[in-house]
């Protein structure tokens, strides 16, 4: 009998990463004890128990949640006692990165990218531009870097990183990877630069970010770039559209070579499921049961709660009952001067209303990509000939698609930008 010389998994997660995810762990063991209690008393409650405090129980129950708490302190004590005795290891940003390692951390940062920054948790990620896989130091340049270029810039979705725009796509032979910004470099010419940012961050806080980021690539760039052209995927079409916002606000120059925005199943106006979140989080209160549970509800980031209505730019909250106003968003017009592409899908096989307000792309609906909004001061004005449906397409697929890809070189093939002319038959908006 030989034995298996196959090598078990090596993990993705580094010594480093355990570190802070341990950090995470002791601190949300007292908020989970404090959640259970809050439930346990308002169960004694409507029998009429009083507690020692809002939240609290009292008695021989009150000392059994004393000593659990006491029991999670002492937990999160040995876990940071335990770290303290293990051997240094290098700061995040030197450990080798990975495709796996890359896709968790961005997950974790889309749930709680948020959360992670507030407790300066080194697992929170910066926003960068990158070039090849590697960020742009703005001080040391690629010496590769054309002088005269035409920028396309990518910028990912919701949990999501730089790396997750390879997609896998079915051809007539075999299964081949598929980058839809390579291939528009590829095919028209454009050096492609690559954002990466922390989802789980507000989306105007990215988009303030963002328009740093691209007025110190425009101020750096060995030579002169001619043009910026974006490609966006999802929340990532909220984050470019803030950065226009900002730059314009702070009179950037970056805006003034900013030529073409193509969006690919963006929530201009919101996702449902973010309003099922926000929904949840307001009737939870109703009783004095659920309510402790509204904590659980308000974990979702911050970049998740924006999402419920497409908020692209800071705006005050609004006042009074928030299940009858309409959208409380200020308008937030596509930029002036720049050529906007939005492509939609849906996996129903035609349009209706079902299939535009409610199956959409299984997260997106249909007349949220398209910028259609039932009051005109939110409607983004697309022309049809710059709006494409992919009929029995869901959101991920986007990525992966072959006729996705078609469309947008038809689009940015500089003869096209220059005359317009209408998309396929059928597949317009």
């Known amino acids: 009998m030989t034995q298996s010389t196959k090598q078990p998994p090596v993990s993705s997660w580094h010594l480093s990463d355990i570190r802070e995810l341990a950090h995470l762990l002791t601190q949300a063991l007292p908020a989970a004890v404090q959640i259970t209690e809050a439930v346990h008393q308002a169960v004694l409650s409507g029998m009429g128990i009083r507690g020692k405090a809002q939240g609290q129980t009292r008695g021989i129950t009150g000392l059994v949640y004393k000593g659990v708490h006491g029991a999670a302190h002492t937990l999160s004590g040995g876990i940071h006692a335990l770290l303290a005795r293990l051997p240094p290891t290098p700061p995040l940003h ?40 590697e960020p742009l130091d703005w001080h040391a340049m690629p010496s590769s870097l054309p002088a005269e270029s035409r920028v396309l810039l990518m910028v990912h979705g919701l949990c999501m990183n730089d790396l997750q725009w390879q997609s896998q796509t079915r051809g007539k ?9 390579e291939r528009l470099a590829d095919e028209l010419g454009y050096v492609p630069v690559y954002v990466r940012y922390n989802s789980g961050l507000p989306v105007a806080q990215n988009g303030r970010e963002l328009a740093s980021q691209l007025a110190q690539l425009t101020r750096h760039w060995p030579g002169q770039i001619r043009e910026i052209s974006v490609l966006a995927y999802s929340m990532g079409g909220l984050v470019i559209r803030s950065a226009c916002h900002h730059a314009r606000q702070r009179e950037m120059d970056w805006p003034d070579v900013l030529k073409n925005m193509v969006f690919l199943g963006t929530p201009h106006h919101g996702a449902p499921l973010e309003h099922a979140g926000h929904w949840l989080e307001q009737l939870l209160p109703a009783t004095a049961y659920t309510q402790p549970f509204v904590r659980l509800a308000q974990l979702r980031s911050a970049g998740i709660k924006d999402l419920r209505h497409g908020k692209v730019m800071d ?18 017009p596509l930029p002036t001067g720049v050529a906007c592409f939005t492509v939609a899908a849906t996996t129903a096989a035609k349009r209706g209303l079902l299939a535009d307000r409610l199956i959409g792309d299984g997260l997106v609906p249909l007349r949220s990509a398209l910028g259609q909004h039932d009051e005109v001061r939110h409607q983004l004005a697309f022309p049809p000939s710059h709006c494409w449906i992919a009929y029995r397409t869901n959101h991920m697929a986007l990525l992966g698609s072959l006729q996705v890809s078609r469309q947008l070189l038809q689009w940015l093939t500089p003869v096209h930008a220059e005359c317009c002319p209408s998309g396929e038959h059928g597949q317009n908006a």
């Open 94 to 133: 030197q450990i080798p990165e990975t495709p796996k390692r890359a896709a968790l951390l961005a997950t974790l940062n889309g749930v709680m990218g948020d959360k992670l920054v507030e407790s300066h948790n080194a697992l929170a990620t910066p926003m960068t531009l990158r070039y090849h896989g």
């Open 173 to 181: 032979e075999k299964e081949k990877t598929l980058n839809l910004g």
């Open 315 to 332: 705006s005050p909250p609004p006042q009074g009952d928030t299940h009858t106003l309409p959208d409380p968003r200020p308008p937030m």
